[in-house]
């Protein structure tokens, strides 16, 4: 298996982690990368601002955690980042505008972290990315998909494209290493049709609209996850409400908040194993005093801490 090759951030890592710039010295437990470029519908969007989140997430690492030897006082634990093997893999780049390749490294990575044990972490970038990272747990098999979005992403294409932002579920029902799919967050308005919701619901697919998480509990969709589960979760992170996360493209009230997506992770880990997180979505420009960026930071340590401290 060929062995990623990715580039040095120009920032500073991410939680001052041990950068792996050479990743056939990989020793970790859990590597954190970023994968920035999703394919567009309209090339006229591309690079969108989602594809500076992985190191403008670094930047804001010292707002996320002061302290690597910090305990975190939600969790029944006195295990701390330092304590944990984690790694900075860098970022996936894109080679001479191809965004195929880029797409094919991004599923290499993937694999290649999988392949050896290795908790992946990968940050986008736009939802499209998700189609890659999705196939590169190809080595496992009856992997249980936990999808935290606002949107279903069940379309079958876009503007002719298979890959992109709208399809990362659909491409999921696909993939025969893939046995369920969880979707929690789901409301209002987006792409969806009926046909869309219909197909999922006919796969399988178990779908938790936020007004019912809002007025039953997570307890709802953790009561239906399988005991033992192999869990990868997909953290768009629009799911959560803009009042929590406002550094966003697609903006939707009534979203989930801090407390039930903390509980969401926590409870995965109980269940079983999480074999991976990835987050998509996140917009540094539409965002308010690094709000964003300490949130969505700190559910990739709190998911960090969860699994490796066990």
């Known amino acids: 298996?060929?062995?990623?090759?990715?580039?040095?951030?120009?920032?500073?890592?991410?939680l001052d982690l041990p950068i792996l710039s050479d990743w056939s010295n990989l020793n970790h437990k859990a590597v954190v990368f970023g994968a920035p470029f999703g394919k567009p519908y309209n090339t006229q969007d591309f690079p969108n601002n989602q594809s500076t989140a992985p190191d403008r997430l670094r930047d804001a690492s010292p707002r996320i955690l002061i302290d690597q030897h910090a305990i975190d006082l939600d969790l029944e634990t006195e295990s701390t980042l330092a304590s944990i093997s984690v790694a900075d893999g860098?970022?996936?780049p894109l080679r001479d505008n191809d965004i195929d390749q880029h797409?094919?490294?991004?599923?290499?990575?993937?694999?290649?972290?999988?392949?050896?044990?290795v908790l992946s972490v990968s940050i986008g970038g736009d939802d499209g990315i998700t189609n890659p990272v999705?196939?590169?747990?190809?080595?496992?098999?009856?992997?249980?998909?936990?999808?935290?979005?606002?949107?279903?992403?069940?379309k079958n294409e876009r503007f002719g494209e298979k890959d992109g932002y709208s399809s990362p579920m659909r491409r999921a029902s696909?993939?025969?290493?893939?046995?369920?799919?969880?979707?929690?967050?789901?409301?209002?308005?987006?792409?969806?049709?009926?046909?869309?919701?219909k197909d999922a619901k006919d796969w399988g697919a178990k779908i938790y609209l936020a007004k019912d998480i809002h007025e039953n509990g997570?307890?709802?969709?953790?009561?239906?996850?399988?005991?033992a589960g192999k869990f990868f979760i997909t953290l768009d992170v629009d799911g959560l409400d803009p009042s929590v996360v406002p550094g966003t493209v697609a903006l939707s009230p009534g979203g989930l908040d801090w407390m039930q997506?903390?509980?969401?992770?926590e409870g995965i880990s109980k269940k079983g194993q999480i074999i991976g997180l990835n987050v998509?979505?996140?917009?540094?420009?539409?965002?308010?005093?690094?709000?964003?960026?300490?949130?969505?930071?700190?559910?990739?340590?709190?998911?960090l801490m969860l699994e490796l401290s066990k």
């Open 103 to 117: 797409y094919s490294e991004i599923e290499g990575a993937v694999r290649y972290l999988v392949d050896r044990g």
């Open 261 to 265: 997506v903390v509980a969401c992770f």
């Open 134 to 154: 999705l196939r590169g747990l190809d080595p496992l098999n009856d992997v249980t998909v936990i999808q935290i979005d606002a949107h279903m992403d069940w």
């Open 280 to 303: 998509v979505e996140l917009a540094p420009k539409n965002d308010i005093n690094q709000i964003s960026m300490i949130v969505v930071g700190r559910l990739i340590l709190k998911c």
């Open 174 to 197: 696909e993939m025969a290493h893939i046995s369920g799919v969880h979707q929690l967050g789901i409301r209002s308005y987006g792409s969806a049709t009926a046909q869309d919701l």
């Open 218 to 227: 997570i307890e709802l969709f953790l009561n239906e996850l399988p005991e």
């Open 90 to 92: 860098g970022n996936i």
């Open 1 to 14: 298996m060929k062995t990623p090759v990715t580039k040095v951030p120009n920032t500073k890592s991410f």
